[in-house]
């Protein structure tokens, strides 16, 4: 088919495309400049032919500033089906009351391109057409310079521009690698926007899998607080994802389901589709009613998804999605959707970078986290990067775990206890600083500082005054004021005498399974005790040894000889 | 002699005769010794031809001189279109009392279906007694 053939000329000076539809045989593609040639072609014959009412006794039908900026004058015009088979530059028509802007993608070929426009994605996303003879999707492509996609799209209608002429493209296939290019206002002629599309090789479980994956879920959408890096103060986020089952990289998989194209998921109010993270953090004062946790919110020139606000009542930051129009400005007043309630921007506002998907990179074993992004501490290993919303790194701790095996359940009793460096059980890792005498002791002060690498929680063996150590569990413990904090106890009788020693028994149980252990947070390697008794009905010599709790955790197996 | 019929030119002649047509458009009168013959028109007839030259046309470029408040080709319609052979092209054409908007054209060149393209060019002439030029800017397209 040829140009003349797939489109036609009305006595309205209509310009309609009359060839076969997208993927049929002999559908047509042409360039601006084609047609703009193809007019002029007809605008110098002596009379009109067939379809194509032009003429020279005509009004002239169009104007060329550029090969790639061709302007419909005098009436004539296209409609968007006609747009669709052209590429390749700009077409203005009814004075610039309307015009469409040339695009063009490069991407590996078969790439599916989304296009959100306005706030919402177009759904007639014709440009992923397969063309007829072809087995990849994109019209107009140009493999060998690497365009995938070659087409033209309406960005302003009825003298205004569409959401002024600002365009998010994106690829969100499964299996492969998500990607983003913000066109931030289209320009005339051809607009290019690089995107990625190629196999994700942390993303290859079949999506029907990743499905089931419910247990991944986000305990707390909006303003969270969490202390990532343990060291007892909290950086803010704006979620707080907690991976249930999942590996980390597993994780990284669902969150690309949930965003994926085609996804019937809601994060924060939006579909999954139109969600990317925080695109600005915005400064905000002059608080007004109570916002929600998350919420849509709008402002004069723009609307947004609100993700995280850090007080609902007296906020002074909330962190937003942009959606439509551009960010708020100095003094401006936001309006939660939801609540009502409104704030002015006090002067800062600021830009942050997106990752795709939103939460970050996987590197197959860690995460890098996007942008804002909160994740349960434990859930979390030592490889692992987050990045809270002042936008500072934060590196969780090496926990560490220390495993006992070979044990037997209900007979061995497994004492795991720091090592005096000299094969021994350190008991004197504390002395006590004040006697203990009180009927409900909960409170046990030591001198020695507290190492870092102490369990938040477990149990402390002190020296009673008849020269047994008795046990007692620890809840919590303050490194600053040297305190732990135990299970109320009676040392009313049998006290524990001010300067009496103490130590963390890290195991200190009957063995209730065949491995016992502890989960530290790593700070230099420590010298373990261990010691296994079993006096009951089939009795085993006492097994005692030294260990060593390094950087990647450790382990021993105990030896159960028989003492029968 | 006067005329007893409507007519469309006066004309003032020389000859002292008289010639009564019949014809609904002229009723000459010629008076004897005057020399005097008038012809009277309908203000819309032309009153004579004048020549436009298009100059610096690029040959093969199609051309269409039309009325410019009515788009119609002007008069007469043969010489009013064609395409150029030469650089300079002589078009007669007819012309009106001094007002008739049939004077007032507009002129169409155009090339564009073969190498070298050029942009539509259009201009507006006035037709007058004199004789008329009209250079043609081309550009290419």
Same mark, same amino acid.
């Not at chain 1, 379809?51 to 090969?67: E, G, M, N, R």
């Not at chain 1, 990179?361 to 859930?379: M, R, V």
């Not at chain 1, 010298?527 to 009795?539: E, I, M, N, T, W």
């Given at each position: 088919m040829t140009i003349a053939t797939d489109f036609e000329i009305q006595a309205d000076k209509d310009i309609r495309y009359v060839g076969?539809?997208?993927?049929? =045989?002999?559908?047509?593609?042409?360039?601006?400049? +084609?047609?703009?040639?193809?007019?002029?072609?007809?605008?110098?014959?002596? !009379?009109?032919?067939?379809?194509?009412?032009? #003429?020279?006794?005509?009004?002239?039908? =169009?104007?060329?500033?550029?090969?790639?900026?061709?302007?419909?004058?005098?009436?004539?015009?296209?409609?968007?089906?006609?747009?669709?088979?052209?590429?390749?530059?700009?077409?203005?028509?009814?004075?610039?009351d309307v015009i469409y802007d040339g695009l063009q993608v490069i991407a590996n070929a078969g790439a599916h391109v989304e296009i959100v426009q306005n706030g919402a994605l177009i759904t007639n996303d014709f440009w992923n057409s397969i063309p007829f003879g072809s087995s990849t999707k994109g019209l107009n492509p140009d493999t060998a310079n690497g365009r995938s996609h070659r087409f033209i799209l309406k960005v302003r209608t009825g003298g205004a521009d569409i959401d002024g002429r600002r365009l998010i493209l994106q690829t969100r296939e499964w299996g492969k690698t998500f990607s983003e290019f913000k066109i931030n206002g289209t320009d005339r002629g051809i607009n290019v926007a690089p995107l990625t599309y190629a196999d994700d090789l942390n993303n290859t479980t079949a999506s029907g899998t990743v499905a089931t994956w419910t247990d991944v879920t986000n305990v707390t959408e909006g303003y969270a607080?969490?202390?990532?890096?343990?060291?007892?103060?909290?950086?803010?986020?704006?979620?707080?994802?907690?991976? !249930?089952?999942?590996?980390? $990289?597993?994780?990284? +998989?669902?969150?690309?389901?949930?965003?994926?194209r085609g996804t019937s998921e809601t994060l924060y109010g939006l579909n999954g589709e139109l969600f990317r993270g925080i695109t600005h953090e915005v400064t905000v004062d002059t608080p007004s009613g109570t916002f929600s946790a998350f919420e849509a919110i709008s402002w004069s020139g723009g609307t947004g998804q609100m993700l995280a606000i850090n007080s609902t009542t007296a906020p002074t930051k909330l962190w937003l999605q942009l959606l439509t129009g551009v960010a708020p400005t100095d003094n401006q007043t936001i309006t939660g959707g939801t609540s009502g309630a409104t704030c002015l921007v006090n002067v800062t506002v600021t830009e942050r970078t997106l990752s795709f998907p939103f939460v970050g990179?996987?590197?197959?074993?860690?995460?890098?986290?996007?942008?804002?992004?909160?994740? +349960?501490?434990?859930?979390l290993s030592v490889s692992d990067k987050l990045f809270d919303l002042t936008n500072t790194q934060i590196t969780p701790p090496n926990l560490v775990t220390f495993t006992v095996l070979g044990l037997v359940s209900g007979e061995d009793y497994i004492l795991v206890g720091p090592d005096d460096g000299a094969g021994a059980l350190d008991d004197a890792q504390f002395t006590l600083n004040g006697a203990l005498s009180g009927g409900t002791v909960?409170?046990?002060?030591?001198?020695?500082?507290?190492?870092? #690498?102490?369990?938040?929680?477990?149990?402390?063996?002190?020296?009673?005054?008849?020269?047994?150590?008795?046990?007692?569990?620890?809840?919590?413990?303050?490194?600053?004021?040297?305190?732990?904090?135990?299970?109320?106890?009676?040392?009313?009788? $049998?006290?524990?005498?001010? !300067?009496?020693?103490?130590?963390?028994?890290?195991?200190?149980?009957?063995?209730?399974?065949?491995?016992?252990?502890?989960?530290?947070?790593?700070?230099? #390697?420590?010298?373990?005790?261990?010691?296994?008794?079993?006096?009951?009905?089939?009795?085993?010599?006492?097994?005692? =040894?030294?260990?060593?709790?390094?950087?990647?955790?450790?382990?021993?197996?105990?030896?159960?000889?028989? #003492?029968? | 002699m006067t005329t007893s019929f409507p007519v469309k030119?006066?004309?003032?002649?020389?000859?002292?005769?008289?010639?009564?047509?019949?014809?609904?458009?002229?009723?000459?009168?010629?008076?004897?010794?005057?020399?005097q013959h008038s012809i009277e028109k309908l203000p819309t007839d032309s009153v004579g031809t004048t020549v436009l030259t298009l100059t610096n046309v690029v040959v093969g470029s199609r051309y269409r001189v039309e009325v410019a408040s009515t788009g119609a080709l002007a008069e007469p319609t043969a010489n009013a279109t064609g395409v150029a052979a030469a650089p300079t092209i002589d078009i007669s054409l007819s012309r009106?009392?001094?007002?008739?908007?049939?004077?007032?054209?507009?002129?169409?060149?155009?090339?564009?279906?073969?190498?070298?393209?050029?942009?539509?060019?259009?201009?507006?002439?006035?037709?007058?007694?004199d004789a008329l030029s009209v250079y043609i800017a081309q550009q290419e397209d």
């Open positions: 076969a539809a997208h993927g049929a =045989s002999g559908a047509g593609y042409y360039t601006v400049l +084609e047609f703009h040639r193809w007019l002029q072609d007809l605008a110098d014959d002596s !009379g009109s032919t067939g379809d194509d009412l032009l #003429d020279i006794s005509k009004a002239t039908p =169009s104007d060329k500033q550029f090969d790639t900026i061709i302007t419909l004058v005098n009436g004539y015009n296209i409609d968007d089906t006609a747009a669709e088979h052209l590429y390749g530059g700009s077409i203005l028509q009814a004075g610039g607080l969490l202390d990532v890096n343990a060291d007892t103060t909290d950086e803010a986020y704006y979620s707080e994802w907690d991976r !249930g089952s999942r590996s980390i $990289n597993q994780f990284y +998989e669902r969150a690309k389901y949930l965003t994926r990179i996987s590197t197959g074993s860690a995460l890098i986290g996007a942008y804002g992004l909160g994740i +349960e501490t434990a859930d909960t409170s046990v002060v030591v001198n020695e500082a507290i190492p870092s #690498d102490t369990p938040a929680s477990g149990t402390l063996r002190i020296l009673r005054a008849n020269g047994a150590y008795s046990r007692h569990p620890y809840s919590a413990y303050n490194a600053g004021t040297k305190t732990f904090t135990i299970t109320s106890h009676d040392f009313s009788s $049998n006290n524990a005498a001010n !300067g009496t020693s103490a130590y963390i028994s890290y195991i200190d149980k009957l063995a209730d399974a065949s491995t016992a252990t502890f989960q530290s947070q790593y700070a230099s #390697d420590r010298a373990l005790f261990v010691r296994r008794r079993d006096g009951g009905a089939s009795p085993t010599k006492t097994f005692e =040894s030294s260990a060593t709790l390094g950087s990647a955790g450790g382990s021993i197996t105990v030896q159960r000889l028989s #003492d029968a | 030119q006066r004309l003032m002649m020389s000859r002292m005769f008289t010639r009564i047509l019949t014809t609904e458009a002229v009723k000459s009168a010629f008076m004897c010794g005057l020399g009106y009392a001094v007002g008739n908007a049939n004077n007032d054209l507009r002129i169409k060149v155009r090339k564009a279906s073969s190498a070298p393209l050029y942009q539509p060019y259009e201009t507006q002439a006035s037709l007058s007694g």
